[in-house]
């Protein structure tokens, strides 16, 4: 049983590397020399979290608790540390910087049973409860354990360890090489749990891994779609028939229907079943087995007219979910099937999986208003005429554009390839597509927005290095609203110094951690000699945006599913 001291030092060796690739061989000698069930919670330590996103276990720990849990723990003043903490910035530090103790008692596994205990104290009194047993954590651990922990547990570890950077390394432990590391991402994309796959790998060899199928209760991370500025580039790109469906302007749900249990996932993988009462009670009535569907959820009005994304975001909410799902209604646009009693069908191609997927809904779709077939119709690739029918059509029944899907593509969890396209447009603009991007800097305002930020300095991100290169800055497309919330939004990730995953040249009176995304658009894309992104191939500076504005918060997103450096180079070179 591995010492938690020895995962604090690789803590402490990734903080030092900001190259990945010295940080994939930090990672793989760690987890060489630990067992399959420490992989699991180095994993998940790592990642910040206790259990995979679906599972809903958070720490709930908040700054006081923890400043409260050390004065327990340590037998010190409270002043005296929330001094330290004020001069410092980092309870990890003064943790640190207080801690005496010698003695090295802590396993890895010790600290997670202990965590987990802690999320799942929950209701009255948990607080108490919660506090107490940091604090007993905290008296056991070594001034370096403490650090780690600490910041563990108040999601600042700040390493700049990726998911991928995590899968690589896994990789070169069972390959010797990056050979595995396809079989070990397609496993992750169909598990959503990098501690599951980490364990599974390391127990029983990369083999177990092949041909995952989806399990009813885990949710698929979903497949995505590349873009394209004008209908005839669709041929060069598909040869096949292509579906050619409504884009509706919802949020994209994953919809499992088990023997008992429905469950309902969002794109990050949220449990979001509560926030969808009405749809859980008709999803009941379809007649199978087990299933796991996918579609849009949209919002309509009282005449059925779809409205926009906007409107549907007002039923996120904790209270009142009732109440808001009559004043909301909804309905679900059902576009893909890629589980049918108790097989899995991601390796049928779409034509197979639509044709079941109306089977199963046909005899319900009479009576039921609230799940519906998105809408399409399977034409040639190359027909461009009728793809621009039909796009205009969508737009006019309130969608954004138009998905076109290759006929034959299997469902590739979580991949981003040319089987689906997207086609959208906004006629007013110059610039076809919005851009989702995460903000890594603020700049203080002036004048009427003395107390907030004036601009936001926003990334693009780049999946193979993992870092995210700054953009442009926005100003622009802001209520007084949304300005006046911008504080709250952001401060909680203000660092000191820029984070390691930034490459970024400007000045910014705040930097922040790359976390939060949001939507904006822009006039044109241009070379800026201040910019960073594909500096290092454009040379004479980086892509960046024109004239930006908000569009709005993305926080379905989480800041790896951001728009790519890559994504803006296709669209630079048509432009
Ligand atoms: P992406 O999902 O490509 O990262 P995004 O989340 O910003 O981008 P869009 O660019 O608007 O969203 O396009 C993809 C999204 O469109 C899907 O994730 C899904 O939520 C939505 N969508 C709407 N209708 C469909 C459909 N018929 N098929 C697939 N996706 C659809």
């Known amino acids: 049983m591995r010492k938690f001291k020895e995962l604090a030092e690789l803590f402490q060796e990734l903080e030092k590397t900001s190259s990945n690739l010295k940080m994939i061989d930090i990672l793989a000698d760690f987890l060489k020399k630990i067992s399959p069930e420490e992989g699991k919670i180095t994993a998940y330590l790592l990642q910040g979290k206790i259990a995979p996103d679906y599972q809903g276990l958070e720490l709930g720990l908040a ?17 005296k540390i929330e001094k330290l903490y004020k001069e410092t910035g980092d309870l990890g530090l003064v943790a640190e910087k207080l801690i005496k103790n010698t003695k090295e008692e802590l396993t890895i596994k010790e600290v997670f049973e202990e965590l987990k205990k802690i999320a799942l104290s929950q209701g009255k009194g948990s607080q108490e409860r919660k506090l107490q047993l940091l604090a ?15 910041r563990s547990v ?21 390959t010797g090489s990056k050979e595995g590391k396809k079989i070990l991402e397609h496993a992750f994309n169909v598990l959503s749990d990098l501690g599951q796959v980490a364990y599974i790998a390391l127990s029983s060899g990369i083999d177990k891994l092949k041909n995952l199928d989806p399990q009813v209760g885990i949710p698929v991370r979903m497949m995505l779609a590349q873009r394209v500025k004008e209908i005839k580039e669709i041929k060069e790109n598909i040869k096949n028939d292509v ?9 994209r749900v994953q919809a499992h229907l088990g023997d008992k249990e429905i469950f309902l996932y969002s794109r990050r993988h949220e449990n979001i079943t509560h926030q969808f009462p009405d749809l859980v009670s008709e999803l009941r009535k379809i007649n199978v087995k087990n299933a796991i569907l996918e579609g849009e959820v949209v919002a309509i009005d009282k005449n059925g007219n779809l409205q926009p994304f906007q409107i549907l975001m007002q039923r996120r ?19 893909d099937l890629i589980y049918l009693n108790g097989k899995s069908l991601i390796q049928e191609p779409l034509d197979k999986r639509k044709e079941k997927l109306e089977e199963i809904l046909s005899n319900k779709l009479k009576e039921s208003e609230k799940i519906k077939l998105a809408k399409y119709e399977k034409v040639k690739s190359n027909d461009e005429d009728r793809i621009e029918k039909l796009f205009i059509e969508a737009i006019k029944i309130g969608g954004e554009g138009v998905m076109i899907k290759d006929s034959k593509s299997i469902y590739e969890a979580g991949v981003r390839a040319w089987r689906w396209i997207k086609f959208k447009k906004d006629y007013k603009d110059e610039l076809v597509d919005t851009f989702d991007v995460v903000v890594i800097g603020g700049i203080y305002g002036t004048g009427k927005r003395a107390k907030t930020y004036g601009s936001l300095l926003v990334a693009l991100y780049d999946p193979k290095k993992n870092k995210y290169y700054s953009f442009t800055k926005v100003g622009a497309g802001f209520t007084d609203e949304d300005l006046e919330n911008l504080p709250k939004i952001l401060d909680k990730y203000k660092i000191k110094e820029k984070s390691k995953l930034v490459e970024a040249e400007i000045d910014v009176d705040v930097w922040f951690e790359p976390k939060v995304v949001m939507e904006i658009k822009g006039a044109d894309l241009t070379i800026s000699p201040v910019h960073t992104v594909l500096k290092d191939k454009i040379k004479k500076g980086g892509i960046a945006l024109r004239f930006p504005r908000f569009i709005r918060w993305r926080d379905d997103k989480d800041p790896t599913q951001a728009t790519t450096i890559d994504e803006v180079y296709e669209i630079y070179k048509r432009q």
């Open 63 to 79: 700054e006081k608790l923890v400043i409260r849990s050390l004065a327990l723990g340590l037998k010190e003043d409270i002043n």
């Open 136 to 150: 007993i954590l905290i008296k056991k651990s070594l001034p370096i354990e403490a650090k780690y922990l600490i």
């Open 154 to 174: 108040l999601g600042t570890l700040r390493l700049g360890a990726s998911d991928m950077t995590f899968l690589y390394a896994l990789s070169k432990v069972l």
């Open 243 to 251: 579906f050619v469906e409504v884009k509706y302007d919802g949020e």
């Open 317 to 335: 909410r904790k209270y009142d979910i009732i109440e808001y799902s009559q004043k909301i209604p909804i309905v679900y646009f059902v576009f």
